[in-house]
Each structure stands twice: as structure tokens, then as C-alpha cells.
């Protein structure tokens, strides 16, 4: 598998004006629809275009169904595979669901995407981090003998 493309459709971030610190935050991805594709320049494999859509919920406590705020991006890979992989996967989805292996690889591609572009929207609507961000601290000053 390989991935040829990533475009996302939707961007979105918004705070409701009764947020407050401390918070719980819900990360969903979900994989909303499948479909086989065609692209001219690829002959040997077999194209599909998985669409998703990953949201981080802030919530006043957890499993909340009220949002205090909330970021959500909207968009599709599109996938270059082996023909027999492609059959494999089109097959699965007929239940709406995917091999376990492309889950996690297509889990970990949207985080490598999208975690980072929310810490930016995070800090720009005044959200708490939904990850640890790695900081540099000093190293102490040696003391002389």
C-alpha cells in the first residue's frame, strides 16, 4: 500500500463561549466512506479513496454528549494498492469495516496529520493541548569544586 494523495475537504475549530480549563478532551477518527477510484497514470495497481473525519471533543466531564469546544478536519487519502489488497479491503468495507492492519497504519497517518495542525488551533482559540508538548528544559548549572 502507498499512500499518493491526502486533501482535506474541512477545517474546523470553535469554542463555545461557556468553556472552561480543565476539561475533558475526545479524540474520534472514523472513516466515513470508501470508494474505488481511477487514476490514468497508474496501471499496474488498483486505486481507492478512503474519507474521514477526525475530531477532538472538549467536554466538560468525559462522555458528555454538551461541547465546550471542538476541532474537526474533513478529508479523504487516496491509496495505491496491490489488486488483491484493494479486493480484500472493498470486500471488508461492504460491512463498513477495515482490515485491522490498514486501520492502524491509516490511524497513524491522520495523526501524524492532523495532531499537529490542532495544537495550532488549539493555541489560537485558547484550548488546553490535547498532547503533551515536548519542552526543553535548562541543564543545572555545575557547581565548582
Not at 495497481?45 to 474521514?52: A, L, M
Not at 495542525?117 to 569544586?145: D, F, N, V
Request: proline residues 6%; hydrophobic residues 40%.
Amino acid at each position: 500500500m502507498q499512500v499518493i494523495g491526502f486533501n482535506f475537504t474541512k477545517i474546523s475549530a470553535e469554542k463555545f463561549p461557556d468553556f472552561k480549563t480543565g476539561r475533558s478532551i475526545n479524540n474520534k477518527i472514523e472513516f466515513t466512506n470508501l470508494e474505488k477510484d481511477k487514476i490514468d497514470l497508474i496501471k499496474d495497481s488498483e486505486v481507492v479513496k478512503i474519507f474521514f473525519e477526525y475530531s477532538l471533543i472538549f467536554t466538560e466531564v468525559e462522555k458528555s454528549d454538551k461541547k465546550d469546544a471542538e476541532i474537526i478536519f474533513k478529508g479523504f487519502m487516496v491509496l495505491s494498492l496491490e489488486k488483491d489488497e484493494a479486493k480484500e479491503i472493498l470486500k471488508s468495507w461492504k460491512k463498513k469495516e477495515l482490515p485491522p492492519s490498514l486501520k492502524i497504519t491509516l490511524f497513524n497517518i491522520l495523526l501524524k496529520k492532523c495532531a499537529a495542525k490542532s495544537l495550532t488551533l488549539e493555541e489560537e482559540l485558547g484550548l488546553p493541548p490535547h498532547m503533551a508538548i515536548p519542552q526543553l528544559t535548562p541543564k543545572p548549572a555545575e557547581e565548582s569544586a
